[in-house]
């Protein structure tokens, strides 16, 4: 099995696909566009890896950060979950975005997520809330008790702006989710002012 890699990045391919040289030997890798952005072609890089075995197909995942792999290995062996929808998931949420999430059952935040419609993120709210629990990535709380997801208090400030609920998923889909609310918040706005102009 393979854990990590350490090589030069020799490509980039447009469906989210790095080649990795690592000795003589190029390993084609799955990532998130996020991760994909930090590859660049010529530079050195380390990812680890989840090797992924099937009868038809061996696959390799791979991420900057272990607590990303290790969200990613939780997610697949959760029902309904294949490595798609949880490669999908990673490049929407970081694990510490998504602890938050499934910690405040916030459904809106994961219908972010390309292919998850609100059926499916009440199963995924249901499904993870005991499987995210891992000590690395537990949320604090906030001071009040209650906790509250940032992407939630984001995209209700926009929806208070008077944007819609579509312009607003497709703006919080392109920030970063692991930044506060005042970097979503600003993010978001810049990237809907552009488009409306």
Same mark, same amino acid.
């Given at each position: 099995?393979?854990?990590?890699?350490?090589?030069?990045?020799?490509?980039?391919?447009?469906?989210?696909?790095?080649?990795?040289?690592? +000795?003589?030997?190029?390993?084609?890798?799955?990532?998130?566009?996020?991760?994909?952005?930090?590859?660049?072609?010529?530079?050195?890089?380390?990812?680890?890896?989840?090797?992924?075995?099937?009868?038809? +197909?061996?696959?390799?995942?791979?991420?900057?950060?272990?607590?990303?792999?290790?969200?990613?290995?939780?997610?697949?062996?959760?029902?309904?979950?294949?490595?798609?929808?949880?490669?999908?998931?990673?490049?929407?949420?970081?694990?510490?975005?998504?602890?938050?999430?499934?910690?405040?059952?916030?459904?809106?935040?994961?219908?972010?997520?390309?292919?998850?419609?609100?059926?499916?993120?009440?199963?995924?709210?249901?499904?993870?809330?005991?499987?995210?629990?891992?000590?690395?990535?537990?949320?604090?709380?906030?001071?009040?008790?209650?906790?509250?997801?940032?992407?939630?208090?984001?995209?209700?400030?926009?929806?208070?702006?008077?944007?819609?609920?579509?312009?607003?998923?497709?703006?919080?889909?392109?920030?970063?989710?692991?930044?506060?609310?005042?970097?979503?918040?600003?993010?978001?706005?810049?990237?809907?002012?552009?488009?409306?102009?």
């Amino acid at each position: 099995m393979i854990g990590s890699l350490r090589g030069v990045v020799l490509e980039r391919t447009e469906d989210a696909n790095a080649l990795v040289e690592v +000795a003589g030997v190029g390993y084609l890798v799955a990532v998130t566009p996020r991760t994909l952005a930090e590859l660049e072609p010529g530079s050195p890089a380390f990812l680890y890896v989840h090797h992924h075995i099937r009868e038809d +197909a061996q696959t390799l995942f791979g991420f900057l950060h272990r607590d990303e792999r290790t969200t990613f290995q939780v997610l697949i062996a959760t029902h309904g979950i294949g490595p798609a929808l949880a490669l999908a998931i990673l490049g929407t949420h970081s694990p510490s975005a998504l602890v938050d999430i499934i910690a405040s059952s916030d459904l809106g935040a994961l219908t972010l997520v390309p292919g998850v419609g609100k059926k499916t993120a009440e199963r995924l709210l249901i499904e993870l809330r005991n499987k995210l629990s891992l000590p690395m990535l537990d949320p604090l709380p906030s001071a009040g008790g209650a906790k509250h997801s940032v992407i939630g208090d984001v995209r209700e400030a926009l929806a208070g702006l008077g944007y819609g609920p579509e312009e607003i998923r497709e703006a919080l889909r392109e920030v970063p989710s692991d930044s506060d609310a005042g970097s979503m918040l600003r993010d978001a706005l810049k990237l809907l002012g552009a488009k409306r102009a």
